[in-house]
């Protein structure tokens, strides 16, 4: 594993701002190393409310040694030799670097790379002091139910709060329930799912959203462009969406948001009372339960037990309004506030 030196925002700063980041928003997506790509990509940034903090890019375009750069923005990537050229880079905005410090770390290969991002107002509280950013562009390996990338590197046993996501080239019922699996995928897949389970994590990205659309009449489209986080980072969880149009790539860039809780705007939960009943129970007549593993081991039970209950709780939550927002889902709101406004 190499490691580069801290890196700041700001020359010869000695400290770091005094203000902790209360938004922080990452975007991936898969450049398919073509230049027009990753200019529509940054291109895009000024239809968002709000600019990407960083950019974790896969597959990114190398030209004599060279990765592309764009204005605002400082670009971090495995270090590249005269036959290996790095799979992934991630680029940094200045105003955001500006209240940060950044360790970059490698692990003597292209297709991984790590931004440990520290300050010592925490992010979103000052507890949160680190960070810890993971990017990654995984393939296939020597075999069909192997990756390059395996999940030891993906989901390392490590302390702090921690952001994993990229293109992983992996299909698992949770991220992609309607999908029907051969089991060379679910041979694939369980292991990373596994360990991320194992050690906490939790799957961001929508389940049933495609991220990935082959060019050919051929392929249909999958979920390969995962995002995965510490229970850490949940409270501060806002989105997972696609509000950039397409780049033209067979991928389409995914942005993660997370934001301090007391700054969010409350989220709209079902309201269980007002569900459409004759129109559910029209839709649990057609719906097609996935069948039984022809190979019953435990962890083919336990995905199909996950597929036909993501299945279902998809088609309930589709038949049912959601919940007015009232003064009380608001995030300051407490108890105690009627008395506080009598004093």
């Given at each position: 594993?190499?490691?580069?030196?801290?890196?700041?925002?700001?020359?010869?700063?000695?400290?770091?701002?005094?203000?902790?980041?209360?938004?922080?928003?990452?975007?991936?997506?898969?450049?398919?190393?073509?230049?027009?790509?990753?200019?529509?990509?940054?291109?895009?940034?000024?239809?968002?409310?709000?600019?990407?903090?960083?950019?974790a890019?896969?597959?990114?375009?190398?030209?004599?040694?060279?990765?592309?750069?764009?204005?605002?923005?400082?670009?971090?990537?495995?270090p590249?030799?005269?036959?290996?050229?790095?799979?992934?880079?991630?680029?940094?905005?200045?105003?955001?670097?500006?209240?940060i410090?950044?360790?970059?770390?490698?692990?003597?290969?292209?297709?991984?790379?790590?931004?440990?991002?520290?300050?010592?107002?925490?992010?979103?509280?000052?507890?949160?002091?680190?960070?810890?950013?993971?990017?990654?562009?995984?393939?296939?390996?020597?075999?069909?139910?192997?990756?390059?990338?395996?999940?030891?590197?993906?989901?390392?046993?490590?302390?702090?709060?921690?952001?994993?996501?990229?293109?992983?080239?992996?299909?698992?019922?949770?991220?992609?329930?309607?999908?029907?699996?051969?089991?060379?995928?679910?041979?694939?897949?369980?292991?990373?799912?596994?360990?991320?389970?194992?050690?906490?994590?939790?799957?961001?990205?929508?389940?049933?959203?495609?991220?990935s659309?082959?060019?050919?009449?051929?392929?249909?489209?999958?979920?390969?462009?995962?995002?995965?986080?510490?229970?850490?980072?949940?409270?501060?969880?806002?989105?997972?969406?696609?509000?950039?149009?397409?780049?033209?790539?067979?991928?389409?860039?995914?942005?993660?948001?997370?934001?301090?809780?007391?700054?969010?705007?409350?989220?709209?939960?079902?309201?269980?009372?007002?569900?459409?009943?004759?129109?559910?129970?029209?839709?649990?007549?057609?719906?097609?339960?996935?069948?039984?593993?022809?190979?019953p081991?435990s962890?083919?039970?336990?995905?199909?037990?996950?597929?036909?209950?993501?299945?279902?709780?998809?088609?309930?939550?589709?038949?049912?309004?959601?919940?007015?927002?009232?003064?009380?889902?608001?995030?300051w709101?407490?108890?105690?506030?009627?008395?506080?406004?009598k004093?």
């Amino acid at each position: 594993m190499q490691y580069n030196l801290p890196f700041s925002g700001r020359e010869g700063a000695s400290s770091l701002s005094p203000l902790a980041p209360r938004t922080f928003t990452p975007i991936q997506h898969n450049c398919l190393r073509i230049w027009d790509v990753f200019l529509s990509l940054f291109g895009s940034f000024s239809q968002l409310a709000q600019t990407p903090s960083v950019v974790a890019v896969q597959d990114p375009r190398v030209y004599k040694g060279k990765l592309p750069s764009f204005k605002f923005y400082s670009c971090f990537s495995p270090p590249g030799t005269s036959t290996k050229k790095p799979r992934v880079a991630s680029y940094v905005f200045s105003s955001f670097l500006s209240t940060i410090t950044l360790l970059p770390r490698f692990f003597d290969r292209g297709d991984i790379m790590a931004l440990d991002l520290f300050t010592l107002d925490g992010f979103f509280n000052p507890s949160m002091t680190r960070f810890t950013i993971i990017n990654s562009y995984s393939t296939k390996g020597w075999s069909n139910n192997t990756r390059t990338v395996p999940p030891e590197l993906l989901f390392p046993h490590m302390l702090g709060p921690r952001l994993t996501l990229g293109d992983l080239n992996i299909h698992h019922p949770t991220a992609d329930p309607l999908r029907t699996f051969k089991e060379v995928q679910l041979a694939t897949c369980v292991p990373y799912f596994d360990r991320a389970t194992e050690l906490g994590f939790s799957l961001l990205t929508r389940s049933g959203v495609y991220t990935s659309f082959s060019m050919s009449l051929v392929g249909r489209p999958g979920l390969l462009d995962l995002a995965f986080a510490r229970p850490l980072r949940a409270p501060y969880f806002s989105e997972w969406s696609h509000p950039l149009p397409s780049t033209g790539s067979d991928h389409i860039p995914s942005l993660v948001r997370f934001d301090a809780p007391l700054f969010r705007a409350p989220s709209l939960k079902p309201n269980w009372a007002l569900m459409d009943w004759p129109q559910v129970d029209e839709a649990l007549k057609s719906l097609e339960i996935a069948p039984p593993p022809s190979l019953p081991t435990s962890p083919s039970w336990g995905v199909l037990f996950d597929t036909n209950l993501n299945r279902i709780s998809a088609t309930l939550a589709l038949h049912t309004p959601l919940k007015n927002v009232i003064r009380r889902s608001k995030p300051w709101w407490t108890t105690t506030v009627p008395e506080l406004r009598k004093a």
